[in-house]
């Protein structure tokens, strides 16, 4: 049994060994190298020695992981991404087979035949045009990939998965929110079951993206000093990439907590609760200091239209996806 977090930044694994949940994290990212020689091909391989990488057909290498990343960061390039905006990227030509290469690197093949292993998905966007985005067909490639080397795979969506991770000692009931690179995703859930879930199409790539344009830095520059942390949400900042981040940082969590009021509000299928709720909030955007803070500011300033107990960090807000994708593979 496994979990599995397909995500547009990150992808994480997560197995039980004797009652610990044991984490595996790969960076979702990829970086193309074309030797210009047979002498360079050589060294390149060299080089290459030690990382995560495959010799393409046509001479060659696809670096995969945190060291496409740094190898492009070297080569004053950046990497490239499999995924955008939490499903299979139609832009990127080599996507699919990269995503393969990826997750198969990550999982490894099944010990057994048929072995479960449950993978999360994103919700249909709120803020897109249904004609302009699908997650049917991310589902399909990703269930496709992880058969080929054995698995029964099953998905789920993303915030449910939050939910099972966080929401045990609340009778499963409430709402988590998991905040990621390409999407931010939502699940209200009442006693167990996922009554409403969607997403919003911003979140921490929209605050590189902007802050890159902003000061004319690029988007991995930026990417690098806002995980560095340095900054407050709503605190001015002498840097000013830090500043252009703190800026766009509030405007997401205005724009997500904005969303997230009209999306409930007047609902047909949300439950009639009769105790306040509480909310969960996991995802690498939700670390920067002060998110929970602003996002309870913010919530309050949009007229969300619910009774709320408590709006709460996730323990583990990188993992926590991934452990309820464990649970649900557990309890299939
Ligand atoms: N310490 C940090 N402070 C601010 N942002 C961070 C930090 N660490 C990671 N991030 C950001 O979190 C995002 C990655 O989070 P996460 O791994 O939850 O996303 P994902 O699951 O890969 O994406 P998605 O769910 O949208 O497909 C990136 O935008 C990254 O820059
Ligand atoms: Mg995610």
Redesign the pocket.
């Known amino acids: 049994m496994a979990g599995l977090?397909?995500?547009?930044?990150?992808?994480?694994l997560a197995k039980d060994n004797n009652g610990n949940i044991e984490y595996k994290?790969f960076r979702?990212a990829f970086y193309i190298i074309k030797p210009s020689s047979p002498v360079a091909t050589k060294m390149i391989e060299k080089g290459l020695s030690g990382k995560v990488f495959i010799k393409d057909n046509d001479g060659s290498f696809i670096l995969l992981g945190k060291d496409a990343i740094e190898k492009a960061i070297e080569r004053n390039d950046t990497a490239k991404r499999p995924?955008y905006?939490?499903?299979v990227s139609a832009k990127e030509k080599d996507a699919k087979r990269v995503l393969a290469f990826i997750l198969q690197e990550v999982v490894g093949q099944s010990s057994e035949p048929g072995q479960k292993l449950v993978y999360?998905v994103?919700a249909q966007p709120v803020d897109q045009e249904d004609e302009d985005f699908d997650i049917g067909y991310h589902e399909d490639v990703i269930k496709t990939i992880l058969q080929e080397v054995g698995y029964d795979a099953r998905s789920i969506n993303?915030a449910e998965a939050l939910c099972y991770a966080e929401l045990d000692t609340n009778d499963y009931t409430g709402i988590g929110i998991?905040?990621?690179?390409?999407?931010?995703?939502i699940c209200v859930m009442l006693n167990g079951e996922p009554t409403v879930v969607f997403s919003t199409t911003k979140?921490?790539?929209w605050?590189?993206r902007m802050s890159a344009v902003a000061t004319g830095e690029p988007d991995s520059v930026i990417?690098a000093e806002?995980?560095?942390?340095g900054f407050k949400i709503g605190e001015p900042n002498d840097s000013p990439i830090l500043a252009a981040?703190s800026a766009y940082y509030e405007r997401l969590i205005d724009y997500t907590t904005k969303q997230l009021s009209s999306a409930l509000t007047g609902h047909k299928m949300l439950p009639k609760f009769k105790d306040p709720l509480t909310i969960v909030i996991?995802?690498?955007?939700?670390?920067?200091?002060g998110?929970i803070e602003q996002f309870t500011k913010k919530l309050s300033d949009n007229n969300f239209p619910l009774a709320i107990k408590e709006i709460r960090h996730a323990n583990d807000?990188?993992h926590a996806?991934a452990k309820g994708c464990l649970i649900a593979s557990q309890i299939l």
């Open positions: 977090d397909v995500g547009t930044s990150y992808i994480v994290d979702d995924m905006r939490g499903v999360c994103p993303e998991s905040c990621g690179a390409g999407m931010t995703n979140s921490g790539d605050v590189d990417q806002k995980e560095a942390g981040v996991a995802g690498g955007t939700s670390q920067a200091n998110y807000p990188l996806v």
